[in-house]
């Protein structure tokens, strides 16, 4: 084989590498590494130390592979009428990828917990969780995007107006539960008195009778 075969040869060779390496450069990162995504377990194990008393135990993947990105929790509620933020402390417990989150949250009428995973710069995605009063799950809500009618189902942070809808939700709930409650209050009240009454007709029922045999003894 001639020396100008052999270059020629490996001009090619050269010519197809720098493509394969432009073509490889062009494909998105977000598209090859694939989505993130956050799950939201509730109650927390109580039977586990690292996850007994937690709010709520978090578990974060990397398209669908269990991954340690990191991830910041708050809680945003309602106090006596007012809004309030409570950041929340974030443990890894176990497995790869898995978080327990605790805090202290004041009475209120209601609140979410904002998990937020970020897996770059640009790339994160949200879990938004409602409590009502009595810290009961309201609504889960995984803030997320479809792309390629529908193929792929991308999370994403959340927006401020999703977490207030998601409050609301909160909110709501403790009313109707509060409302509930009343209802068998008033249900319960109204059986008491009416059970009363019904005693009372009864007495009267039962003193003339009680008179009639004391009369028939004498």
Same mark, same amino acid.
Do not use: K
């Given at each position: 084989?001639?020396?100008?075969?052999?270059?020629?040869?490996?001009?090619?060779?050269?010519?197809?590498?720098?493509?394969?390496?432009?073509?490889?450069?062009?494909?998105?990162?977000?598209?090859? +590494?694939? #989505?993130?995504?956050? %799950?939201?377990? /509730?109650?927390?194990?109580?039977?586990?130390?690292? *996850?007994?008393? &937690?709010? $709520?135990?978090?578990?974060?993947?990397h398209h669908g592979?269990?991954?340690?990105?990191?991830?910041?929790?708050?809680?945003?509620?309602?106090?006596?009428?007012?809004?309030?933020?409570?950041?929340?402390?974030?443990?890894?417990?176990?497995?790869?990828?898995?978080?327990?989150?605790?805090? +202290?949250? #004041?009475?209120?009428? %209601?609140?979410? /917990?904002?998990?937020?995973?970020?897996?770059?710069? *640009?790339?994160? &995605?949200? $879990?938004?969780?409602?409590?009502?009063?009595?810290?009961?799950?309201?609504?889960?809500?995984?803030?997320?995007?479809?792309?390629?009618?529908?193929?792929?189902?991308?999370?994403?942070?959340?927006?401020?107006?999703?977490?207030?809808?998601?409050?609301?939700?909160?909110?709501?709930?403790?009313?109707?539960?509060?409302?509930?409650?009343?209802?068998?209050?008033?249900d319960a009240s109204?059986?008491?008195?009416?059970?009363?009454? $019904?005693?009372?007709?009864?007495?009267?029922?039962?003193?003339?009778?009680?008179?009639?045999?004391?009369?028939?003894?004498?």
């Open positions: 084989m001639s020396a100008r075969t052999l270059s020629l040869s490996s001009a090619r060779t050269l010519a197809t590498l720098a493509l394969t390496l432009t073509a490889a450069a062009a494909v998105p990162r977000t598209a090859a +590494a694939g #989505p993130p995504w956050i %799950g939201v377990e /509730l109650p927390a194990n109580p039977h586990q130390p690292a *996850t007994r008393g &937690a709010l $709520a135990v978090a578990h974060l993947y592979d269990a991954t340690g990105y990191p991830l910041r929790a708050e809680a945003v509620g309602m106090v006596d009428g007012a809004r309030r933020t409570v950041r929340l402390e974030v443990r890894p417990v176990g497995p790869q990828g898995v978080f327990a989150i605790h805090g +202290a949250l #004041p009475r209120g009428d %209601g609140w979410v /917990l904002v998990l937020t995973m970020s897996s770059g710069e *640009t790339s994160r &995605a949200s $879990a938004l969780v409602a409590l009502d009063r009595r810290g009961e799950v309201a609504g889960v809500r995984v803030p997320q995007d479809s792309r390629e009618n529908g193929r792929w189902i991308v999370p994403r942070e959340a927006t401020t107006a999703e977490v207030d809808a998601m409050l609301r939700v909160a909110t709501a709930r403790t009313v109707a539960s509060a409302d509930a409650s009343n209802d068998a209050s008033n109204f059986d008491a008195r009416t059970a009363g009454l $019904a005693l009372a007709g009864l007495g009267v029922v039962l003193l003339p009778v009680g008179l009639q045999r004391l009369r028939g003894r004498r």
